[in-house]
């Protein structure tokens, strides 16, 4: 597809459970980005990768979130031990250079996680 | 760090212009950029402001004074589908990740 994509589009899980979100970004864009949107807030930044490599990770809550970017392309944001406070809407994005011009980025429709 | 606020809510009727403030405070200023987003959807880019001024495109301008760390979305002819949440977002300092607003949720009523 042309856009982000990101599966799955809605996760239940029971508090203490692992979870993991994937990301697909747009081809080519060597920056990704994980962000968290809670209700009637704006997105919050998390993590974000220039290639294989996080490059800012400061915006990960605990050490129950982690993200790899192994390849380069795709994302899996991985959370362990789920907690109910973690339910959220998980937002990724793209972007060919964030430096560049107006920065835009490309969004995700976003994986809504609801922890039980 | 960086804080950027904006109004939680406005309403506006169909075919009136509304316009939708934001400020902030950065320890380096990179530009204000503004996001659209429906609800369940994906916030999409609307504009970018780096310079002083008004930039238009179609129905929606925005408004940069770097003087006031202030800026300003204005959309035109409003029609109902631009119900949706406005966010003003910045660059953090090392241009590598946007800073958002909470937001404000724009209803057009008929």
């Known amino acids: 597809g042309a856009g982000v994509s990101q599966t799955p589009s809605n996760k239940v899980t029971e508090k203490g459970k692992y979870v993991e979100l994937r990301c697909d970004p747009i081809?080519?864009?060597?920056?990704l980005y994980w962000y968290r949107q809670s209700l009637g807030q704006g997105p919050e930044f998390l993590i974000y990768?220039?290639?294989?490599?996080?490059?800012?990770d400061s915006g990960l809550p605990n050490d129950r979130f982690f993200a790899v970017r192994p390849e380069g392309s795709v994302s899996t944001l991985k959370i362990q031990r789920t907690e109910r406070g973690d339910s959220a809407v998980y937002l990724c994005?793209?972007?060919?250079?964030?430096?560049?011009?107006?920065?835009?980025?490309?969004f995700g429709e976003g994986s809504r996680l609801t922890v039980l | 760090g960086q804080s950027l606020e904006q109004p939680s809510e406005v309403t506006a009727v169909e075919g009136a212009i509304v316009q939708i403030n934001c400020t902030y405070q950065?320890?380096?200023?990179?530009?204000l950029s503004w996001y659209q987003q429906h609800d369940g959807g994906a916030p999409t880019f609307l504009s970018y402001?780096?310079?002083?001024g008004l930039e238009e495109t179609g129905r929606f301008s925005s408004f940069l004074s770097r003087s006031d760390s202030y800026g300003y979305l204005l959309l035109q002819e409003l029609q109902m589908k631009d119900s949706a949440s406005y966010f003003c977002?910045?660059?953090?300092?090392?241009?590598?990740?946007?800073?958002f607003g909470s937001g404000t949720r724009l209803q057009v009523q008929p």
């Open positions: 994005a793209s972007t060919a250079d964030p430096r560049g011009g107006t920065g835009e980025l490309f």
């Open positions: 081809s080519g864009h060597t920056a």
């Open positions: 990768f220039q290639g294989t490599g996080a490059a800012d």
């Open positions: 950065t320890s380096g200023f990179y530009g």
């Open positions: 402001n780096a310079l002083d």
């Open positions: 977002a910045v660059p953090d300092t090392g241009r590598r990740a946007l800073t």
